[in-house]
């Protein structure tokens, strides 16, 4: 009898055959834009590929690695989100599902290839070293490596007061120079006191745009799986503060909700570790990417012993492209001369509930995590939009 639970049916969506993201529909790039449009930035009039509510005012929410596939197979822990299911709109966050990709995607309102924030870890051309996306650790000037300004900034130059709310430690940091800047920062650590600073700051301004992070969920479907009680827990958690957060904004405020990736769990026996496969790293410069989507930057001369070498290995449990297949099926959206040798040589996608890591390499942490995200499957690419109206008309 055929498994239709739902941990199977993810896994059944994970080794569907992947196609790149269709740019022209609306993605997690045309969010913000759409936002802005109905706030009045002149900038973006027309851009609401959404038809979202007008407001004077709107708060949106990210929830870091909420995809709609999770989100819907889970909603038993999620009453409110739950009744907001029938008017979501299920977008693609862009490619790689990546959080340090898809951010700059939701900032700039740019895909990849114009942003260039192309993965997690990706070569910086200038220094011949991988840059941590995420991190910035050693990482260049992050104004230089994303020189476009942000839907933030456009948003605070026509009068539209920003305000942006994370961790303190996102102020400043090198992805959210280069993917978030504009307007100001509040800094706050509990989810709660996020939601009150939120509402602090729709209320101040009669015309403005909150923007709060959420992390939690991601952590926990690394740590725990997003198939775990754990990550149940931490949905009810999320669901209830949202809830209140839409409560208590004021009459004339939308609420958008929506996510940068999904997650798919990937078992331990799922796994090749490049440590004990010396012949793939023949000819493999840089490992970057991440396990469930490598961006493998080559010596010289080396990409047709090096594809011939990984496709045999790892069949069809991966879809390995060249850049220029990649580029040219649009994957990154339209790229700049810029961005273009930033992306790998090669691109190793996996399919089903598979990946391939590095223990010489990635840290201990990271090869220990169950749930995975990165590679182009809708369990990973889909993303949730969920507008909820003002209570009255703007």
Request: glycine letters at 10%.
């Amino acid at each position: 009898m055929t498994d239709t639970s739902p941990p199977a049916a993810a896994a059944a969506a994970a080794a569907a055959a992947p196609t790149a993201p269709d740019w022209s529909a609306g993605s997690l790039s045309s969010l913000l834009p759409a936002v802005a449009a109905r706030l009045g930035v002149p900038r973006y009039a027309g851009s609401d590929l959404f038809d979202l509510p007008p407001a004077r005012r709107t708060v949106v929410v990210l929830v870091d690695g909420l995809g709609f596939d999770l989100l819907g197979r889970r909603s038993g822990h999620a009453p409110f989100l739950r009744g907001l299911l029938p008017v979501a709109r299920r977008i693609p966050c862009g490619f790689p599902s990546t959080t340090a990709t898809s951010m700059g995607s939701f900032g700039t309102g740019l895909p990849p290839g114009a942003h260039g924030l192309v993965g997690f870890s990706v070569l910086d051309p200038d220094t011949d070293r991988l840059l941590n996306e995420l991190s910035w650790e050693d990482g260049p000037d992050p104004f230089r490596w994303q020189p476009n300004d942000t839907v933030f900034q456009h948003a605070d130059a026509a009068g539209v007061s920003v305000t942006r709310i994370g961790p303190g430690f996102f102020d400043g940091s090198g992805l959210t120079n280069a993917a978030l800047r504009g307007g100001r920062f509040t800094a706050a650590e509990r989810l709660d006191d996020r939601v009150e600073a939120s509402l602090a700051a729709v209320r101040a301004a009669r015309r403005s745009l909150v923007y709060l992070y959420w992390g939690d969920i991601d952590k926990i479907g690394h740590v725990h799986g997003c198939e775990s009680w754990q990550w149940g827990d931490e949905l009810e958690s999320v669901d209830r503060a949202l809830s209140t957060l839409v409560a208590g904004v004021p009459d004339d405020t939308s609420v958008v909700i929506t996510a940068d990736h999904g997650m798919v769990d990937v078992p331990f026996t799922e796994r090749v570790d490049l440590a004990h496969e010396p012949g793939l790293m023949d000819g493999v410069r840089h490992l970057g990417g991440e396990s469930r989507s490598l961006a493998l930057y080559l010596e010289p001369g080396a990409q047709e012993a090096v594809a011939s070498a990984w496709r045999e290995r790892l069949g069809e449990r991966a879809t390995i492209l060249t850049r220029e297949q990649a580029v040219d099926e649009g994957w990154f959206g339209p790229v700049r001369a810029r961005v273009l040798p930033r992306i790998g040589d090669l691109l190793v996608n996996m399919r089903g509930t598979f990946a391939v890591v590095h223990s010489g390499l990635m840290r201990p942490e990271v090869v220990r995590l169950l749930g995975l995200h990165g590679s182009s499957s809708e369990a990973e690419l889909a993303v949730p939009v969920i507008a909820v109206p003002p209570r009255r008309g703007s």
